[in-house]
């Protein structure tokens, strides 16, 4: 099928009825054809600057020529193997090595294919763990409102959000939400952010003790919230988390597929955001979004304990075909060594600064109730006065993601915050090319919004 040149109506007739592109038939149909740095083209040849980074991956831009000849390479070389039966190849032992180097404290790595696969394969590491060390009843996990952990099963369950589990009689058993670490929307008044992330640790010590401390096997959080909001921990809030961790003996699972590589300004958003964790999940800019890979590092003392048990509970009989694909690991290792030789971490830092600014411009508009940002994340939340929520919400922020596109400018609304991801090689003047239309097309919503009865 020839898509260039072809109308929104004619596209829309061939797709699928299933496929999302319909499930969000709300925003149109939109072919896009090929992607240059942070810009990518539809098949009419527009071009529009990518805020999101795709789905928050893309950190090193659309067309990295480096990726794309080792991706060649290895498919030339071996295009598939797999890590069974004692077999392994230089691809994914040399990404092991860099990982195990990058993230403080792990001692082992274990492959998947997304996001969702490495957060289901740290619930079955947890739940092993406890059974290595014999305590079975040892099996629930706290996530959190408003976490994104993935869309399956247990991902699913794990994540926080009610489209994820309405309609499909989720989450299951053994999972349970606290809070959202959200100060604009969850503090009491007057509340300070350190008192306020005081009672959210309080308040997850309650849960603790009221499902009996014997029976939590592990806590697992984004570090900085991404398809939640982007949402930023209030100060002292990783702080206060810990210790209730560590006094009954919870195991700590930091979700980094949106935060690690560099995103926060730091390797890994725990780093910045003082998070100990005992396990890490990563996917997404572990290959810049090119190959479809996912990693799991868990620290010394797991590793030690799932190794070697007494064998009573056999084999940790877990692992998938595509789990650590060649390719994926010939891509994810030389986009680390490019995160490495470009520094990626300081280069979001430096750039941070100009981020923010822009942000902050809008965060006194009539529409934008909180403004917030850290690294290369950051969010305009949507309200229509002071922390009120609309009385239909999403609506909103889903008009205004769409105005934006009619501007040149991919951003998405979650919920009704306009939420930021941009590829990690953007520069300064490309950020301004993104923020440009804000301004207007904020006015543009605001008028829409009054017309429409959101205010
Ligand atoms: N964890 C986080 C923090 C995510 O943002 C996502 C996806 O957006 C996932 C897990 C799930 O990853 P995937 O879509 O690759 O299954």
């Given at each position: 099928?020839?898509?260039?040149?072809m109308?929104?109506?004619?596209?829309?007739?061939?797709l699928h009825?299933?496929t999302?592109?319909?499930?969000h038939?709300a925003?149109?149909?939109?072919v896009i054809e090929?992607?240059e740095?942070?810009?990518?083209?539809?098949?009419?040849?527009?071009r529009?600057?990518?805020?999101?980074a795709?789905?928050?991956?893309?950190?090193?831009?659309f067309?990295?020529?480096?990726?794309?000849?080792?991706?060649?390479?290895q498919?030339d070389?071996l295009?598939?193997?797999?890590?069974f039966?004692?077999?392994?190849?230089?691809p994914a032992?040399?990404?092991?090595?860099?990982?195990k180097?990058?993230a403080?404290?792990?001692?082992?790595v274990?492959?998947?294919?997304?996001g969702?696969?490495?957060?289901?394969?740290?619930?079955?590491?947890?739940w092993?763990?406890?059974n290595?060390?014999?305590?079975?009843?040892?099996?629930?996990?706290?996530?959190?409102?408003?976490?994104?952990?993935?869309v399956?099963?247990v991902?699913a369950?794990?994540?926080?959000?009610?489209?994820?589990?309405k309609?499909?009689?989720?989450p299951?058993?053994?999972?349970?939400?606290?809070?959202?670490p959200?100060h604009f929307?969850?503090?009491?008044?007057g509340?300070?952010?350190l008192?306020?992330?005081?009672?959210?640790?309080?308040?997850?010590?309650?849960?603790?003790?009221?499902?009996?401390?014997?029976t939590?096997?592990?806590?697992?959080?984004e570090?900085?919230m991404?398809?939640?909001?982007v949402?930023?921990?209030?100060?002292g809030?990783?702080?206060?988390?810990?210790?209730?961790?560590?006094?009954?003996?919870?195991?700590?699972?930091?979700?980094?597929?949106?935060?690690?590589?560099g995103?926060?300004?730091?390797?890994?958003?725990?780093?910045r955001l003082?998070?100990?964790?005992?396990?890490i999940s990563?996917?997404?800019?572990?290959?810049?979004g090119y190959?479809?890979?996912?990693?799991v590092a868990?620290?010394?003392e797991?590793?030690?304990v799932?190794?070697?048990h007494?064998?009573?509970i056999g084999i940790?009989?877990?692992?998938?075909?595509?789990?650590?694909?060649?390719?994926?690991?010939?891509?994810g290792?030389?986009?680390?060594?490019?995160y490495?030789?470009?520094?990626?971490?300081?280069k979001?830092?430096a750039?941070?600064?100009?981020?923010?600014?822009?942000l902050?411009?809008?965060?006194?508009?009539?529409?934008?109730?909180?403004?917030r940002?850290?690294?290369?994340?950051g969010?305009?939340?949507l309200?229509?006065g002071?922390?009120?929520?609309?009385?239909?919400?999403?609506?909103?922020?889903?008009?205004?993601?769409?105005?934006l596109?009619?501007?040149?400018v991919?951003?998405?609304?979650?919920?009704?915050s306009?939420v930021?991801?941009?590829?990690?090689?953007?520069?300064?003047g490309?950020?301004?090319e993104?923020?440009?239309?804000?301004?207007a097309?904020?006015?543009?919503?605001?008028?829409?919004?009054?017309?429409?009865?959101?205010?």
């Open positions: 099928v020839q898509l260039t040149n109308q929104t109506r004619d596209v829309e007739a061939l009825p299933y999302n592109a319909v499930t038939r925003q149109g149909a939109h090929r992607g740095g942070v810009y990518i083209y539809d098949n009419t040849g527009k529009f600057i990518e805020g999101m795709g789905l928050w991956c893309c950190g090193l831009g067309n990295n020529a480096e990726l794309v000849e080792v991706a060649k390479a498919l070389k295009p598939y193997y797999h890590l039966a004692g077999r392994s190849f230089e032992i040399e990404l092991a090595e860099k990982i180097d990058l403080p404290g792990m001692s082992r274990f492959y998947q294919s997304s969702s696969e490495a957060n289901e394969t740290q619930i079955k590491l947890a092993y763990y406890n290595a060390l014999g305590r079975p009843d040892k099996k629930k996990i706290i996530s959190r409102v408003k976490g994104y952990h993935g399956s099963i991902s369950s794990l994540t926080g959000l009610p489209y994820n589990h309609s499909f009689d989720l299951v058993d053994r999972i349970h939400h606290t809070a959202t959200h929307r969850g503090a009491h008044a509340e300070t952010e008192e306020f992330s005081k009672r959210l640790a309080t308040e997850l010590e309650q849960m603790i003790e009221a499902e009996g401390p014997d939590i096997a592990a806590f697992i959080a570090p900085v991404g398809a939640g909001g949402i930023v921990p209030p100060e809030y990783f702080e206060a988390i810990m210790p209730v961790l560590n006094r009954y003996d919870i195991l700590c699972i930091a979700d980094e597929v949106i935060c690690g590589f995103r926060t300004g730091e390797w890994f958003g725990h780093q003082n998070m100990q964790p005992t396990s990563m996917a997404k800019q572990l290959t810049s190959a479809p890979l996912s990693a868990i620290n010394a797991m590793a030690d799932i190794e070697n007494s064998g009573e940790f009989g877990h692992g998938f075909t595509y789990g650590g694909h060649p390719m994926g690991c010939a891509v290792s030389a986009a680390l060594d490019i490495m030789r470009e520094d990626i971490p300081a979001v830092r750039i941070e600064p100009h981020f923010r600014n822009h902050m411009t809008h965060k006194d508009h009539p529409l934008v109730g909180e403004a940002q850290i690294g290369l994340l969010a305009l939340e309200t229509p002071g922390n009120a929520m609309f009385s239909q919400p999403g609506k909103v922020g889903a008009h205004l993601a769409t105005r596109v009619e501007h040149g991919i951003l998405r609304a979650a919920g009704d306009l930021f991801c941009p590829p990690m090689t953007i520069t300064e490309e950020l301004d993104l923020f440009a239309p804000i301004g097309c904020l006015d543009a919503t605001l008028h829409w919004a009054r017309a429409e009865g959101h205010l």
